[in-house]
């Protein structure tokens, strides 16, 4: 009987995903959760204070989220996997997510039953790079794939993007970015410039036409 098994770290600010995926690496025989973190800083707190096999990131926190947890975990642990488990859809963060650093990339709304051969791979030392995702990578280095305004963003910029294109408010945006008001604004003009698009209505028509909305529900911005 193998008796070892791989330590997990559970960052997500939603404890009921929490709780689920407890449930599911609770039947098997190689995962244990031994820490979760319910905001970016815990979870880089966490991250420091041990070895993890793997790291289960949601990269929507409050606090430190996103791109940016990913690359300051990669800098305290360069050899920690890092899996992806988000509600955003492959198109919207997964090329940027893995340039960050992360070894994997699920959508929550996706196939469950890929979530512990992801996991598996990525503790043996391999990455977990389904077919859409590869898809997307073969694009983004493909010279077409950098004809697109939005590849021109810089991560930051990315974020904010989103956030606008789903009607996120510029206070709202501040507080889950750890930003002044004033810098997303800074933002918000630079993506428009470097989209070359004057409105939220144009970026939003652009968001839509290119399918980086995670859907199109009554949250949703519309026109």
Known sequence: MNT???QVLLADDHAIIRNGLKNILADTS???????ANNGNAALDMVRQRDWAVVVLD??????NGLELIKLIKAERPRLPVLIFSMHHEEQYAVRAIRAGARGYLSKDGDMDLLLPAMRRLAQGG???SPKVA??????????GHDLPHTALSNREFEVFSRIVRGVTMTAMAEELSLSIKTVST???NILNKMGMTSQ????RYALEHHLLDDLSSDSPTL
């Not at 990269?59 to 430190?64: A, D, K, N, Q, T």
């Not at 898809?135 to 077409?144: F, I, K, M, N, W």
């Open 4 to 6: 070892h098994k791989w």
């Open 30 to 36: 190689d995962f244990e959760v031994a820490g979760e």
């Open 59 to 64: 990269i929507s926190m409050p606090g430190r």
């Open 127 to 129: 990455m977990y790079i």
């Open 135 to 144: 898809e997307l990578l073969a694009l983004d280095v493909s010279p077409a």
């Open 187 to 189: 933002h918000k003009t």
């Open 201 to 204: 209505v144009d970026l939003v």
